[in-house]
């Protein structure tokens, strides 16, 4: 029976965000081999499907990538997805998305934060054989999707088959078919800054209403809105991308992380480009006033046809 794409792909990827999620960032040793990073990962499923029989309406999902340097310990007979690379530094003035370290990247979804801790717990223990956790961010639900900036996030997300359209890699003569590609960043909020803006600048800064989540009209909106420089156009045809982005964080510091997938990491890339690099104008993205991105790396979500040989 052949496959669809969406059921080739990790569940965690075309869902919509949970209430609660877990972002698990993991580095591997120097001098390992890869049948040792195989026994590591080939636990995750069970913890997985562990942590899940305690609540199955908890929905919990574990999905997981991984970035060009360790694709040839995880993969050691594949080569690895032709799109895959290093998350590039970008830098203008002041303004910088750094390129951060990172080899596994976890994302663990539920609507249960004690399972999400607990699954994140044993899957450190797993791994501690073979890499180092260098970065464990919980990521929750607030009001009605919003950020802590206090504006609704992701309502242009594509849903049903523009979404796997746009997500899952389509080509079926590659090691990259049913899979995805991610860029992770972590931004913190500026919010000292931001709150002395009126809320008429921070809905040109966002291009969107702050109340009821309207979009502002072309007569209305910056060039320098969020929305609008944040948007890919190719071959006057809107790219979407799916940004599963979740708050974190407490009121002393907080932010956003940054979970976005694609059929090709080139979309992404080329919306960040947009953002941080003025125009010949001067115009960058204005929101970058106020948060600052602290992480940045790219990683490959491999389809479950490649998961499956690490499971039990």
């Known amino acids: 029976m052949t496959l669809s794409l969406s059921e080739l792909s990790q569940v965690g990827v075309l869902t919509d965000p949970a209430t609660f999620a877990e972002y698990l960032t993991f580095t591997l040793h ?18 997985e499907n562990s942590i899940l029989q305690k609540d199955l309406t908890s929905k919990l999902s574990l999905s997981w990538g991984v970035s060009e340097s360790a694709w040839p310990l995880v993969f050691p007979q594949l080569e690895k997805p032709e799109l ?5 530094e970008m830098k203008d003035g002041e303004r910088c998305f750094p390129s951060t370290d ?21 899957i450190a223990n797993a791994l501690a054989p073979v890499a180092n956790l260098i970065e464990d961010i919980q990521g929750f639900k607030y009001l009605d999707n919003r950020d ?32 995805s590609y991610l860029t992770v960043q972590r931004y913190v909020d500026r919010q000292s800054i931001w709150d002395k803006q009126s809320t008429s600048y921070q809905e040109q800064v966002i291009g ?11 007569d209305a909106k910056p ?10 156009i190719i071959n006057d045809t809107e790219v979407k ?13 907080h932010g956003t992380m940054f979970i976005g997938f694609a059929k090709s990491p080139e979309v992404i890339e080329i919306s960040l480009k947009q953002m941080i690099f003025a125009d010949d104008a001067g115009h960058y993205d204005r929101l970058l006033d106020f948060v600052v991105a602290e992480t940045g790396a790219n990683y490959f979500m491999p389809s479950k046809a490649l998961l499956a040989r690490f499971a039990d």
Do not use: C
Not at 170 to 177: G, H, Q, R
Not at 208 to 218: A, C, G, P, V
Not at 223 to 232: L, R
């Open 30 to 47: 120097q001098d390992i081999s890869d049948d040792a990073v195989f026994d590591a990962l080939s636990q995750l499923d069970a913890i």
């Open 84 to 88: 895959l690379k290093k998350f590039p």
């Open 102 to 122: 990172g080899d596994i990247f976890i994302i663990l979804k539920s609507e249960r934060m004690d399972l999400n801790y607990q699954a994140a717990k044993y």
């Open 148 to 179: 802590l900036i206090d504006f609704v996030d992701g309502t242009e997300n594509p849903k049903n088959e523009a979404r796997i359209e746009s997500v899952v890699v389509d080509k079926e003569d590659s090691v990259a078919f049913g899979g």
């Open 208 to 218: 969107r209403t702050k109340m009821d989540n309207i979009e502002l009209s072309d």
């Open 223 to 232: 060039v320098w809105a969020h929305n609008a420089k944040s948007k890919v």
């Open 241 to 253: 991308m799916l940004r599963q982005n979740r708050p974190y964080g407490n009121a002393m510091s």
